[in-house]
Protein backbone atom coordinates (compact mmCIF):
# COMPACT_ATOMS: atom_id res chain seq x y z
CA UNK A 1 0.00 0.00 0.00
CA UNK A 2 0.92 3.00 -1.28
CA UNK A 3 1.83 5.83 2.03
CA UNK A 4 2.86 9.41 1.90
CA UNK A 5 3.94 11.19 4.59
CA UNK A 6 4.88 15.37 4.51
CA UNK A 7 7.99 16.45 6.33
CA UNK A 8 9.21 19.97 7.14
CA UNK A 9 9.57 23.18 9.40
CA UNK A 10 5.99 23.97 10.79
CA UNK A 11 6.94 27.41 10.91
CA UNK A 12 8.89 29.95 8.57
CA UNK A 13 9.55 33.57 8.74
CA UNK A 14 8.09 36.15 6.04
CA UNK A 15 10.63 36.71 2.73
CA UNK A 16 12.46 33.07 3.87
CA UNK A 17 12.16 29.88 2.05
CA UNK A 18 9.70 26.96 2.94
CA UNK A 19 10.84 23.55 2.30
CA UNK A 20 8.92 20.46 2.34
CA UNK A 21 9.68 16.75 1.52
CA UNK A 22 6.97 14.08 0.77
CA UNK A 23 8.61 10.79 1.56
CA UNK A 24 7.21 7.53 -0.49
CA UNK A 25 6.53 4.23 0.54
CA UNK A 26 5.11 0.79 -0.33
CA UNK A 27 6.15 1.52 -3.91
CA UNK A 28 8.47 3.24 -6.21
CA UNK A 29 8.63 6.55 -7.61
CA UNK A 30 10.27 5.67 -10.29
CA UNK A 31 7.27 4.28 -12.33
CA UNK A 32 6.74 5.76 -15.82
CA UNK A 33 2.79 5.72 -14.73
CA UNK A 34 3.01 8.63 -12.32
CA UNK A 35 3.49 12.21 -11.33
CA UNK A 36 3.99 13.41 -7.89
CA UNK A 37 2.50 16.83 -6.42
CA UNK A 38 1.52 19.20 -4.00
CA UNK A 39 -1.25 20.81 -3.12
CA UNK A 40 -2.01 23.10 -0.63
CA UNK A 41 -5.19 24.71 1.17
CA UNK A 42 -5.21 28.36 2.90
CA UNK A 43 -7.52 28.68 6.06
CA UNK A 44 -10.66 29.20 4.95
CA UNK A 45 -9.79 28.33 1.20
CA UNK A 46 -10.29 25.74 -0.92
CA UNK A 47 -7.57 24.03 -2.40
CA UNK A 48 -4.51 24.93 -5.07
CA UNK A 49 -2.43 23.46 -6.94
CA UNK A 50 1.24 24.05 -7.00
CA UNK A 51 2.65 21.93 -9.02
CA UNK A 52 3.78 18.59 -10.21
CA UNK A 53 6.61 16.38 -10.86
CA UNK A 54 8.12 13.51 -12.93
CA UNK A 55 10.67 10.78 -11.67
CA UNK A 56 13.05 12.77 -14.53
CA UNK A 57 12.98 15.56 -12.75
CA UNK A 58 10.44 17.08 -15.31
CA UNK A 59 8.38 19.35 -13.32
CA UNK A 60 5.19 21.63 -14.04
CA UNK A 61 3.82 24.52 -11.73
CA UNK A 62 0.74 26.29 -11.14
CA UNK A 63 1.64 30.44 -13.53
CA UNK A 64 0.88 31.91 -9.99
CA UNK A 65 3.71 30.40 -8.05
CA UNK A 66 5.93 29.99 -10.48
CA UNK A 67 7.89 32.59 -9.67
CA UNK A 68 8.98 31.29 -6.23
CA UNK A 69 8.34 27.19 -6.43
CA UNK A 70 11.39 24.50 -7.34
CA UNK A 71 10.64 21.20 -6.67
CA UNK A 72 12.57 17.57 -6.92
CA UNK A 73 12.74 14.11 -6.31
CA UNK A 74 14.96 12.15 -5.46
CA UNK A 75 14.25 8.74 -6.39
CA UNK A 76 17.04 6.89 -4.19
CA UNK A 77 15.70 8.09 -1.39
CA UNK A 78 11.93 7.52 -2.65
CA UNK A 79 11.01 11.38 -1.82
CA UNK A 80 9.88 14.21 -3.57
CA UNK A 81 10.79 17.61 -1.92
CA UNK A 82 9.38 21.94 -2.70
CA UNK A 83 10.91 24.57 -2.04
CA UNK A 84 8.73 27.79 -1.92
CA UNK A 85 10.50 31.18 -1.56
CA UNK A 86 9.99 34.74 -0.36
CA UNK A 87 6.91 33.60 1.58
CA UNK A 88 4.12 35.99 3.01
CA UNK A 89 1.32 35.17 5.57
CA UNK A 90 -0.42 34.35 2.33
CA UNK A 91 1.28 31.15 2.06
CA UNK A 92 0.64 29.93 5.71
CA UNK A 93 -1.48 26.54 4.66
CA UNK A 94 -1.76 22.76 4.91
CA UNK A 95 0.09 21.47 2.59
CA UNK A 96 -0.63 18.04 1.00
CA UNK A 97 2.04 15.93 -1.36
CA UNK A 98 0.07 13.39 -3.54
CA UNK A 99 0.30 11.13 -6.13
CA UNK A 100 -0.81 11.57 -9.75
CA UNK A 101 -2.30 8.44 -11.48
CA UNK A 102 -4.89 6.10 -12.37
CA UNK A 103 -5.91 7.93 -15.50
CA UNK A 104 -5.98 7.47 -19.18
CA UNK A 105 -3.13 8.48 -21.15
CA UNK A 106 -0.41 11.09 -19.92
CA UNK A 107 0.01 10.97 -16.24
CA UNK A 108 0.20 14.66 -15.37
CA UNK A 109 -3.45 14.81 -16.37
CA UNK A 110 -3.98 11.69 -14.20
CA UNK A 111 -6.15 12.62 -10.66
CA UNK A 112 -4.37 12.69 -7.33
CA UNK A 113 -5.55 8.78 -5.98
CA UNK A 114 -3.14 9.05 -3.02
CA UNK A 115 -2.77 11.96 -0.90
CA UNK A 116 -0.25 12.31 2.41
CA UNK A 117 -2.36 13.77 5.65
CA UNK A 118 -1.40 17.03 4.91
CA UNK A 119 1.28 19.41 7.44
CA UNK A 120 0.02 23.24 8.91
CA UNK A 121 2.92 25.35 7.81
CA UNK A 122 2.29 29.03 9.43
CA UNK A 123 4.44 32.03 8.21
CA UNK A 124 4.87 33.97 11.08
CA UNK A 125 8.01 36.29 12.82
CA UNK B 1 -6.00 30.63 -15.09
CA UNK B 2 -8.94 30.82 -12.39
CA UNK B 3 -10.42 28.43 -10.18
CA UNK B 4 -13.10 26.79 -11.32
CA UNK B 5 -16.28 27.91 -9.56
CA UNK B 6 -18.39 25.44 -7.54
CA UNK B 7 -21.68 26.37 -5.41
CA UNK B 8 -20.59 27.41 -1.66
CA UNK B 9 -23.11 25.34 -0.28
CA UNK B 10 -25.09 22.28 -0.84
CA UNK B 11 -27.61 20.35 1.42
CA UNK B 12 -29.65 17.27 0.95
CA UNK B 13 -31.94 15.26 3.50
CA UNK B 14 -30.86 11.68 4.33
CA UNK B 15 -31.93 9.27 1.81
CA UNK B 16 -31.97 11.98 -0.91
CA UNK B 17 -29.76 13.54 -3.52
CA UNK B 18 -28.09 16.18 -4.22
CA UNK B 19 -26.12 17.65 -6.98
CA UNK B 20 -22.82 19.83 -6.67
CA UNK B 21 -21.89 21.80 -10.32
CA UNK B 22 -18.15 22.48 -11.05
CA UNK B 23 -18.23 25.55 -13.41
CA UNK B 24 -15.28 26.52 -15.71
CA UNK B 25 -14.35 27.15 -19.33
CA UNK B 26 -13.73 25.79 -22.83
CA UNK B 27 -10.27 26.04 -22.13
CA UNK B 28 -10.36 23.55 -18.99
CA UNK B 29 -13.19 21.86 -18.18
CA UNK B 30 -15.33 22.16 -21.59
CA UNK B 31 -11.75 20.90 -23.20
CA UNK B 32 -11.02 17.94 -21.98
CA UNK B 33 -11.88 14.88 -20.09
CA UNK B 34 -10.30 15.10 -17.26
CA UNK B 35 -12.17 16.48 -14.22
CA UNK B 36 -12.04 14.69 -11.13
CA UNK B 37 -14.08 15.21 -7.74
CA UNK B 38 -12.14 14.95 -4.13
CA UNK B 39 -14.12 14.71 -0.80
CA UNK B 40 -12.11 15.89 2.37
CA UNK B 41 -13.67 15.26 5.79
CA UNK B 42 -12.84 18.13 8.80
CA UNK B 43 -8.90 17.14 9.57
CA UNK B 44 -8.58 14.42 6.73
CA UNK B 45 -6.76 13.91 3.83
CA UNK B 46 -8.46 14.38 0.61
CA UNK B 47 -10.64 11.42 -1.39
CA UNK B 48 -10.65 11.02 -4.67
CA UNK B 49 -14.53 10.28 -5.62
CA UNK B 50 -14.56 10.21 -9.48
CA UNK B 51 -12.29 10.62 -11.97
CA UNK B 52 -12.13 11.67 -16.06
CA UNK B 53 -15.64 13.10 -15.47
CA UNK B 54 -17.71 9.95 -14.58
CA UNK B 55 -15.83 6.95 -13.34
CA UNK B 56 -15.43 5.38 -9.62
CA UNK B 57 -12.06 4.59 -8.56
CA UNK B 58 -12.43 1.01 -6.54
CA UNK B 59 -14.23 0.79 -2.93
CA UNK B 60 -16.49 4.57 -3.46
CA UNK B 61 -20.21 3.75 -3.51
CA UNK B 62 -21.99 3.64 -6.91
CA UNK B 63 -24.31 6.51 -5.26
CA UNK B 64 -21.58 9.22 -6.45
CA UNK B 65 -21.73 9.88 -10.21
CA UNK B 66 -20.35 12.32 -12.08
CA UNK B 67 -21.61 14.31 -15.14
CA UNK B 68 -20.03 16.48 -17.37
CA UNK B 69 -22.32 19.19 -20.12
CA UNK B 70 -20.36 21.65 -22.13
CA UNK B 71 -18.24 23.72 -19.46
CA UNK B 72 -19.82 22.50 -16.88
CA UNK B 73 -19.42 18.98 -14.30
CA UNK B 74 -21.70 18.06 -11.77
CA UNK B 75 -21.31 15.74 -9.05
CA UNK B 76 -24.30 13.57 -7.94
CA UNK B 77 -24.61 11.79 -4.93
CA UNK B 78 -27.65 9.83 -4.23
CA UNK B 79 -29.49 8.35 -1.52
CA UNK B 80 -27.70 10.46 0.71
CA UNK B 81 -25.67 9.21 4.40
CA UNK B 82 -24.29 10.90 7.05
CA UNK B 83 -20.82 10.40 6.32
CA UNK B 84 -21.51 11.96 3.12
CA UNK B 85 -21.41 15.45 4.99
CA UNK B 86 -18.26 17.08 3.62
CA UNK B 87 -16.55 19.53 1.62
CA UNK B 88 -16.37 18.91 -2.01
CA UNK B 89 -13.71 19.96 -4.62
CA UNK B 90 -13.71 19.72 -8.32
CA UNK B 91 -10.20 19.36 -10.61
CA UNK B 92 -9.74 19.81 -14.18
CA UNK B 93 -6.48 19.88 -16.71
CA UNK B 94 -6.61 23.08 -18.07
CA UNK B 95 -4.03 23.19 -21.23
CA UNK B 96 -1.04 24.05 -21.13
CA UNK B 97 0.40 21.79 -18.52
CA UNK B 98 -1.34 23.20 -15.73
CA UNK B 99 -3.98 21.85 -12.94
CA UNK B 100 -7.18 23.85 -11.60
CA UNK B 101 -9.30 23.25 -9.02
CA UNK B 102 -12.57 24.74 -7.88
CA UNK B 103 -13.09 26.87 -4.75
CA UNK B 104 -15.25 23.94 -2.92
CA UNK B 105 -18.57 23.18 -1.87
CA UNK B 106 -19.88 22.19 2.01
CA UNK B 107 -22.37 19.51 1.57
CA UNK B 108 -24.62 19.35 4.70
CA UNK B 109 -27.10 16.27 5.59
CA UNK B 110 -30.06 17.19 6.92
Redesign the interface.
Known sequence: QLLLQESGPLLVKPSETLSLTCIVSGDSMSSDSFYW?W?RQPPG?????IG?IYHTGSS?Y???LKSRVAMSADTSKSQFSLRLSSVTAADTAIY?C?RQG???GWP??????V????TTVTVSS | ?S?LTQPPSASGSLGQSVTISCSGTSSDVGA?S?V?W?Q?HPG?????MI??VSKR?SGVPARFSGSKSDNTASLTVSRLQAEDEADY?C?S?AG?????????TRLTVL
Request: glycine share 16%; net charge positive.
Open positions: AVAGLEWSYSPSYAGGTFRSPMDWGRG | QAYHSYRKAPKLFEPYSFGNTLVFGGG
